[in-house]
């Protein structure tokens, strides 16, 4: 079968640094995507992963191993408008995306 | 920038009433999708389409249908709406040419069946 898990609430401080996980079972895949999601609001795409490693864009930067089935998402310099539902997805063996309930992320001041 | 619109963005209904939610993207891309969101659960795919009069059904199409008679347009029909239909629907677009996964979202419509 096939799933996706990452924690279902965050809380992290003002400037610090949080790391957001997500795990995966898939029959077949083809890439890993994050997604941001504000409060009432649309999800917009951050991220998108196929090989192992890291990919950093700014405060940003989400990391995949293949074989783990395991990506995280890491933002940096937090600001209070970071606080939003962070959805992770897969893209499988048809390139259908499955998503994550999403990980809602609550910054303190 | 791209665009995706949505017809309403709150809209109330009684069961058993028909209903329509269209969708509207400006940037020309051929695939478009039908989600629904609830608390606690992922995105969940009603149906999609890769082109004009095509549809292909999702993971949860019962209850649902479809018509992309335009490119840019991709409407959902509730044959007969049920509370259990009540829910945030989300529309999106991809490109053809880019990562299927990246996805352009309209805002939303938050369905209430009473």
């Known amino acids: 079968g096939q799933n996706i898990d990452q924690p279902t609430e965050m809380t992290a401080t003002e400037g610090a640094i949080v790391q957001i996980n997500c795990t995966y079972q898939t029959s077949g895949f083809n890439g890993l995507f994050w997604y941001q999601q504000h409060a009432g609001e649309a999800p917009t795409f951050l991220s998108y992963?196929?090989l192992d490693g890291l990919e950093e864009k700014g405060r940003f930067s989400s990391f995949l191993s293949r074989s783990k089935g395991y990506s995280y998402l890491l933002l940096k310099e937090l600001q209070m408008k970071d606080s939003a539902s962070y959805l992770c997805?897969?893209?499988?063996?048809?390139?259908?995306?499955?998503w994550g309930a999403g990980t809602k992320l609550i910054i303190k001041p | 920038d791209v665009k995706v619109t949505q017809s309403s963005r709150y809209l109330v209904k009684r069961t058993g009433e028909k209903v329509f939610l269209e969708c509207v993207q400006d940037?020309?891309?051929?695939?478009m999708f039908w989600y629904r969101q609830d608390p606690g659960l992922g995105l969940r795919l009603i149906y999609f389409s890769y082109d004009v009069k095509m549809k292909e059904k999702g993971d949860i199409p019962e209850g649902y249908s479809v018509s992309r008679e335009k490119k840019e347009r991709f409407s959902l029909i509730l044959e007969s709406a049920s509370t259990n239909q009540t829910s945030m629907y989300l529309c999106a677009s991809s490109s053809a040419g880019g990562h299927v996964g990246e996805q352009f979202f309209g805002p939303g419509t938050r369905l209430t069946v009473l």
């Open positions: 992963n196929v």
């Open positions: 997805a897969i893209t499988d063996s048809n390139y259908q995306l499955i």
């Open positions: 940037m020309d891309h051929e695939n």
